[in-house]
């Protein structure tokens, strides 16, 4: 069964330092989405992406979140300066568009933590 | 955002059934998914409605009543694996594109032998 992979499994940083999380998305999906789950809160939405274009952001995703897909299979998350409170768990999804629903699929997620 | 609300825990045993509650705001109501979360793993969809009524799939059941902004999620004959925290998620077309999630905080289910 088609699956969402994001890689690395876990990453350790220091504060103000990029970091770049990558996802491949399930290969017939067009719709990619980031959420990120800080340690016993619920997920929270961060951005949606469709024809290599930004389609909603929150307003967590602020200036030091970007989005890329860079090539026909990637689709990457960079934090450009990490600060302490974006220690979490970022689940990459994707979703095909089934008679007007958007079926979202979660990668395994990637562990940021910010020292 | 969108005052999902779930119970934070509940407990059950092995065999029996369990009834997980999810209350939300109804203005903008789009859709409504449920999925499971194993602790330090990623969200698994198991269900999905957008009209009124009941979707069975095996030991998993999902109802909704729009006009009340109720869902519930009902597993039958629990086995231990089933332990698990359980999302409760909705789409709002306040603007939203792509099928925004809004996420309860989760019912985390402990099933015993």
């Known amino acids: 069964e088609p699956e969402v992979t994001q890689t690395p499994s876990h990453q350790v940083t220091q504060m103000g330092q990029e970091v770049i999380l990558r996802c491949v998305p399930i290969s017939n999906h067009l719709y990619f989405y980031w959420y990120r789950q800080i340690l016993g809160q619920k997920v929270e939405f961060l951005v949606s992406?469709?024809?290599?274009?930004?389609?909603?952001k929150s307003e967590i995703f602020d200036d030091q979140f970007s989005v890329e897909r860079p090539d026909g299979s990637n689709f990457t998350l960079k934090i450009r300066s990490t600060k302490l409170e974006d220690s979490a768990m970022y689940f990459c999804?994707?979703?095909?568009?089934?008679?007007?629903?958007?079926?979202?699929?979660f990668g395994p997620g990637t562990r940021l933590t910010v020292l | 955002g969108q005052n999902i609300d779930q119970p934070t825990e509940m407990t059950a045993t092995e065999g029996a059934i369990v009834q997980i509650n999810c209350t939300y705001q109804t203005s903008g109501f789009n859709g409504l998914f449920w999925y499971q979360q194993h602790a330090g793993e990623a969200p698994t969809f198991l269900s999905y409605n957008v009209l009124d009524g009941l979707e069975e799939k095996g030991r998993f059941s999902s109802f909704l009543s729009r006009s009340k902004g109720y869902s519930y999620l009902l597993l039958k004959e629990l086995q231990m694996k089933d332990s698990a925290s359980y999302l409760c998620a909705c789409y709002f077309d306040r603007g939203s594109t792509l099928g925004r999630l809004y996420f309860g905080r989760g019912t985390q289910l402990t099933v015993w032998p």
């Open positions: 999804a994707s979703s095909e568009r089934l008679r007007g629903v958007y079926t979202q699929y």
């Open positions: 992406f469709y024809n290599n274009e930004i389609s909603e």
